[in-house]
């Protein structure tokens, strides 16, 4: 699936990156701005000749690697920050590569060597009752991120309010966490440009994951969804033209992509408190109650899903834990 072309910005570019196999997310989205220097938002995921390719698209708009100044990345998953370390060597001078302290340790050598697994992931597969063949799955398929990406030392922490500026360009960061603690978005404030990463995507509502490392967060009360909620209210303040996603094509209608989401979750909330009204079950045996189908992968973003509507369901006294498991047993109240 094609996307329609970005609308020509000045100073701006999009490079958007066709996944090679069949997914809901279509594309991965770059982009770099300013007249030269440049600053890089994300940087993909290292698939074999994406390197290349970006280098490429890079020389058609008048630029080289050397010209980046900075990599901003919107959150640390592997499919925005994966290549960063490729295009750091690549470019041959010192870059500052910027990331929220939250979600530094998505890039970080520790994680790599724990294979994108941990004590925290067998802990809430056990508690979600995921059964140990599906669980094999799952850790299967997080083996296969570690392939994308490759760990960067040199890192600097960005926060909310931080401004970066070079020639033909203004930015503003704003901390928006829920689908990460470390998501951020970046407003140009002169071309009313939001770069959302996966805060917003036109077409798929982004999903709030379970932090499975809550115990090192700054706020140890941290909820990813009512979070996400908040940072939509926050985004919805700003006045914007054009938001430029992670994934897919760019939105002009930011208010009612807003509305849309909520709307999607207060559904969500009321399809797993609908599913535990049958009998109280473990997350994993919702499952098929919540999602039509789930694509051979996603379990664990589908009980990552129902395990983050299901902490607004208690929070609003509309559901408990009944038995603390593992697995964990809720009820519908």
């Not at 990463?197 to 509502?205: A, C, R, V």
């Not at 985004?235 to 914007?240: D, F, G, P, T, Y």
Request: glycine share 8%; aromatic share 10%; proline share 7%.
């Amino acid at each position: 699936m094609s996307i329609k072309p970005f609308p020509e910005i000045e100073n701006i570019g999009a490079i958007p990156i066709p996944l090679p196999v069949e997914t809901q997310l279509i594309t991965v989205n770059l982009y770099y701005i300013g007249k030269g220097p440049i600053t890089l938002v994300d940087t993909g995921p290292k698939f074999p000749g994406l390197l290349e390719f970006v280098g490429e698209q890079l020389r058609t708009a008048g630029f080289g690697f050397e010209d980046i100044e900075r990599i901003i990345a919107t959150h640390g998953h592997v499919d925005h920050t994966g290549l960063t370390a490729e295009i750091l060597k690549a470019a041959g001078n010192s870059i500052d590569f910027h990331i929220h302290p939250e979600d530094s340790w998505l890039i970080s050598e520790d994680r790599h060597q724990e294979y994108m697994w941990s004590k925290e992931a067998d802990f809430l597969t056990a508690q979600a009752g995921i059964p140990d063949n599906e669980v094999e799955k799952i850790k299967n398929r997080f083996a296969y991120f570690k392939n994308l990406s490759d760990p960067v030392d040199n890192i600097q922490f960005l926060t909310d309010g931080d401004k970066f500026s070079g020639n033909g360009y203004h930015l503003e960061v704003i901390h928006t966490p829920g689908h990460t603690a470390g998501s951020v978005c970046l407003y140009e404030p002169d071309q009313k440009i939001l770069f959302s990463g996966d805060n917003m995507i036109k077409h798929i509502t982004p999903n709030p994951l379970v932090d499975i490392r809550k115990y090192g967060l700054q706020n140890s009360d941290y909820q990813s969804l009512p979070t996400f909620l908040k940072s939509l209210d926050n985004i919805s303040k700003l006045n914007v033209r054009y938001v430029f996603s992670g994934h897919g094509e760019y939105m002009d209608d930011t208010h009612q992509i807003i509305s849309n989401y909520k709307a999607h979750h207060r559904r969500r909330m009321d399809q797993v408190r609908q599913a535990l009204k049958k009998e109280s079950r473990p997350i994993y045996q919702l499952i098929d109650d919540v999602f039509p189908v789930v694509p051979e992968g996603d379990v664990f973003l589908a009980v990552s899903e129902i395990a983050v509507h299901l902490e607004v369901l208690i929070n609003e006294g509309r559901a408990e834990l009944l038995e603390p498991g593992p697995p964990a047993l809720f009820r519908a109240l």
